[in-house]
């Protein structure tokens, strides 16, 4: 028998169709289009999901941001900074058997315990899916190797230092200039993060683990990127940006910038 909370997704999972399908009555999406957005709202729906995972789904809206970017069947796509999976293991079902899902971690969160023997199981049950682990500050994906890319809440973390985990100071630059070389040309970037205030980037992220928007956009434009698009799917009005993404009060409910950007075709 299915859990309430696995009953409660599956209801969830279709209001998103809904939401999707009448996006695309209104918008003149293409059949492909709207196939795309009900193969998204299948992958959430899949069964192997946790209900750990399912509880994220209503703040994350992954239906509604993975169409927005345009994930579609076949794609050979990467999870950066994967940290539980969560993202990867959707994008792994949605892409199908067609595609493929990368899904990178940093070896300092790569370490034996309970997370990692989640990761290494999700992985294993997932068809298409590879995990690639790496020293934080050395960042090196294959070339011209993705269709798509997804770096949720975790970009600001290239800014970040900390002895206690063991992270170093990470040149941002070099790791988008890596990321390029990564994209096929036409591929899509999708970054969202915690919105911050303008400022010292490393002193704000050690403080709050938040980033301004306009230096997201400024590092990918500078590395060849263009910003496509963005969308407000993850605002939140009512964060003033001035506490710690961690904080009980506002955890979960951040003000988040949802970027799409593009590697030109040349």
């Known amino acids: 028998m299915k859990s309430l909370a696995a009953l409660a997704a599956v209801s969830f999972a279709a ?4 939401a999707l399908s009448a996006c695309a009555t209104v918008s003149g999406e293409t059949a492909d289009e709207a196939a795309t957005g009900a193969s998204l709202v299948s992958a959430i729906a899949n069964p192997a999901r946790t209900e750990e995972a399912r509880a994220m789904d209503e703040g994350r809206k992954p239906a509604e941001v993975l169409n927005f970017l345009r994930l579609q069947a076949g794609m050979d796509a990467a999870d950066l900074l994967t940290g539980s999976g969560y993202w990867a293991q959707i994008m792994a079902s949605a892409v199908g ?3 493929s ?12 315990g309970p997370e990692k023997q989640k990761l290494d199981a999700l992985v294993a049950a997932s068809p298409g899916m590879t995990l690639e682990h790496y020293p934080f500050d050395r960042f090196a994906p294959p ?4 269709d798509f890319a997804l770096i949720n809440l975790s970009y600001h973390d290239l800014y970040w230092e900390s002895e206690k985990y063991g992270i170093p100071r990470t040149d941002p630059d070099a790791f988008v200039r890596n990321l390029y070389a990564a994209m096929r040309p036409g591929a899509v970037v999708g970054v969202i993060d915690h919105a911050g205030p303008a400022g010292d980037t490393r002193a704000l992220v050690e403080k709050l683990h938040r980033i301004d928007p306009a230096t997201v956009r400024a590092d990918f434009e500078r590395a060849g990127f263009k910003l496509e698009a963005q969308s407000d799917l993850l605002a939140n009005p009512a964060d003033d940006h001035s ?11 951040t003000d ?7 590697k030109p075709r040349r």
């Open 97 to 99: 058997p067609q595609g």
């Open 143 to 146: 070339a011209n190797a993705f």
């Open 15 to 18: 209001a998103s169709l809904g």
């Open 243 to 253: 506490l710690n993404v961690f904080d009980k009060s506002i955890r979960g409910k």
């Open 101 to 112: 899902v990368a899904a990178f971690e940093p070896d300092q969160f790569y370490k034996d």
């Open 256 to 262: 988040r910038f949802l970027y799409k950007f593009r």
